[in-house]
Each structure stands twice: as C-alpha cells, then as structure tokens.
C-alpha cells in the first residue's frame, strides 16, 4: 500500500500535458462571455398580466423585463404577502460572484501557464464544490423569501416554496423558474475542467495497468500475485472510485438543470375578447365578464361569489360575498368598475382585493364583469 501511495504522489506532481493546458485556456473564453449572458430567468403570469412579468438574473445584477419596470411590479405584489423585495436579498450575493467567477478564471490560467496535475485536482474539487454551493445558495434565498413573511401583511398567506426550477402554480399566477445561457457557459467551463481532471486520472490509471501487466508477463509461470500486488490493486480500485466523484457531481448538476424555455399558459388565464356577430352584443359581453371572472376572481371569491373560494381561508379580511343582495343595493355600477380596475386601495378596502390593469383597454369585458356581478345577487 504505501508503494502504491508514492507512486500515486509521483505521478500528481508529474505536469500537465500540453494539449490540456491549450485547452484549459480556452475554457476561459466560456467563463467571461457568462458575464454578458443571464444566468437564470424567473417569469410569472397572471389573468392581470396576461403578458407575464420577469427578471433576468445576471452575475453582477437584476434586470426586469418592460424596461426593469417588471422588477418594481414584482417586489409590488410580493409586499402585499409581506415577502421581502427580490432584488434586496439577491443582490447580497451578487456583490461577490464576480469576483468567484474572476478567481476562477485566474485559477485555471495558473493551471494552464505553470500547473501539475495535484493542482489540477484541486481546480476540479474546488469548482464542483462552488458550483454545488451556488446552486444550493440561490434555492436557500427562495426558500427564505418564501417562508420569512412579514405577519403584519396586508395578505396573509402559508409559508410556501417559490419555483426553483421548472413551472409551479402559486395562487393565479403561474412561475417558471429556468437557468439560462450564462448558467450553461460556467457550467461548460467547469465541466471541461472536470473532463482533463478525468482524462489524466485515467492516463494514469492506464500506465499504471500497462507496467503491472509488462511484470506480470516477465515474471516466471509459476510464480503467484503477492499479497502485495493484491493490495496496490484494492487500493488503486478505490482510489479511482473517490476521484470519479467530480463527474457524478457534474452529471447530476446537468441533468438537475434540463427544461425548455417554453412556458405553458394556464388555459383559464386567456381573456376572451368578445366577438360577437351583431345580434346580441350586451350577452356577448356578459359572456366575457363571466369568463374573466371564472379565471381569475373565482380563486377568492368562489364561482358564485360567495367569497369561499380556495385561497379564500388564508385572506384576513375574508373576500366580500358578492352575492349578498344588501351590499349589491349599496354600490353602483361605477364602484365596482373602479375597485375592479384600481383595487380595494382605491375605495379605502383591504389591499387583498389586487387591481385588474389589463382590462384599462378593455371596457367591453369590464362591463361584462360588473354585469356578471349583478347577477350573482339576482339583479
């Protein structure tokens, strides 16, 4: 066992050869263009945002979409539920990504210009461990946002798990959460620091074969494996096995980080613009405000309004029972509009009632609503 050690000694100190060290210096060129590229992208969309609303997520910083408007809209409706502002929590660890990043890159140059393949080990274990912790870092900032909710919120909602990866229902918006371009070039110079990692383990895996086997054969026929020889083998067995390590981690970041970025759309989040033919446009109406309200109202206030619906429990105050004849009688037609359009804010309600911009151009669908309103209480 000890021979096998030294010999494994001797050989990470061996250099590395040249055609690596070429291609470890390319693998810069991946590493400095994620800086131009979004590392992640989160996109939400909602009957009130039928457009979606989304934040690129850089190395350095936070950009909205609709010209970084998105961003201001976002940290919005996350105040309603009191969740922290997203770009107060992420850009904590924005301030020092660059500087990993950099101190990567001069890391493999250092390999590439002077290193042996001991420090080529080191750079493999080290940017697999940092990549691993970056990943686990961002998951453990949307579980916080998630969980680590002002009580004194206008909403009060259930802690919950925002989406890490992939597409996820929370309350009528629909979140889908994906790594983007920057993600991929960082992930590929890792990658193809772990690959020569891999590649001069294996050389010397295989040299050290080809001169057991040249022994093997010199010595005489009867001459039987020493215990010896038995135990370099073990060894040499097990140390292959820990040092595959980095390309089990890599296999499980690149598989953990696969999807599209298509985003489907929740079928009930379409509005149906009213096109009726010319015999009966005031039903044509009514028949787009029932549709707005089934997909986007009915989440709090129920189907028939009576203010039970699934998101209903988490609400204090309790959504308004609609079909209540007495309320009906008290409000006109222009407070509903303006409640629908602007919110409970705007008539001095709870902010839980949350406005409905998208039908500013759409006055045909909001009479709709109001109309469909009337006729939960029989009006």
């Not at 039928?50 to 998105?70: F, S």
């Not at 022994?215 to 096995?241: H, K, L």
Request: hydrophobic share 45%.
């Amino acid at each position: 066992m000890k021979q096998a050690l030294e010999r494994f000694e001797r050989y990470l100190d061996q250099p590395v050869h040249y055609g690596s060290r070429f291609l470890l210096a390319l693998l810069i060129v991946p590493l400095v263009l994620s800086f131009t590229q979004p590392l992640w992208n989160i996109r939400m969309v909602a009957p009130q945002y039928p457009e979606g609303l989304e934040i690129d997520i850089y190395a350095y910083k936070i950009e909205g979409g609709n010209g970084g408007q998105d961003v201001q809209e976002i940290n919005t409706l996350n105040h309603y539920i009191g969740m922290a502002p997203i770009d107060d929590v992420l850009l904590a660890d924005l301030d020092w990504i660059p500087f990993l990043l950099g101190a990567f890159a001069i890391l493999i140059l250092r390999v590439a210009a002077i290193g042996n393949i001991r420090m080529l080990v080191d750079l493999a274990v080290m940017s697999t461990y940092l990549s691993a912790f970056l990943v686990w870092r961002f998951w453990y900032h949307l579980y916080q946002l998630g969980h680590d909710l002002d009580p004194e919120a206008p909403v009060r909602v259930d802690p919950f798990m925002p989406a890490f990866l992939g597409t996820k229902q929370i309350a009528n918006f629909t979140v889908t959460s994906l790594p983007r371009t920057g993600s991929f070039l960082v992930m590929a110079s890792v990658g193809g620091v772990l690959l020569v990692t891999l590649w001069h383990l294996w050389l010397g895996w295989r040299d050290w074969r080809a001169s057991l086997a040249a022994s093997r054969r010199s010595a005489p026929a009867t001459t039987s494996p020493s215990p010896e020889s038995a135990v370099r083998g073990a060894t040499t067995m097990t140390r292959t096995a820990v040092l595959s390590l980095p390309l089990l981690v890599l296999w499980v970041l690149l598989t953990s980080c696969g999807g599209g970025d298509e985003t489907p759309t929740d079928a009930g989040a379409r509005t149906q613009e009213a096109a009726p033919a010319a015999a009966d446009a005031v039903q044509a109406d009514l028949a787009a405000g029932r549709e707005y309200f089934q997909s986007t109202c009915t989440p709090c206030h129920g189907p028939q309004g009576h203010g039970d619906g699934p998101a209903s429990s988490g609400l204090t105050p309790p959504p308004r029972n609609l079909a209540d004849a007495d309320w009906q009688a008290s409000v006109d037609d222009a407070y509903l509009e303006k409640i629908i359009l602007s919110g409970g804010p705007a008539v001095g309600k709870s902010a839980a009632m949350p406005p409905n911009p998208v039908l500013q151009g759409k006055p045909e669908v909001l009479a709709g609503v109001v109309a469909h309103l009337r006729s939960l209480a029989g009006h």
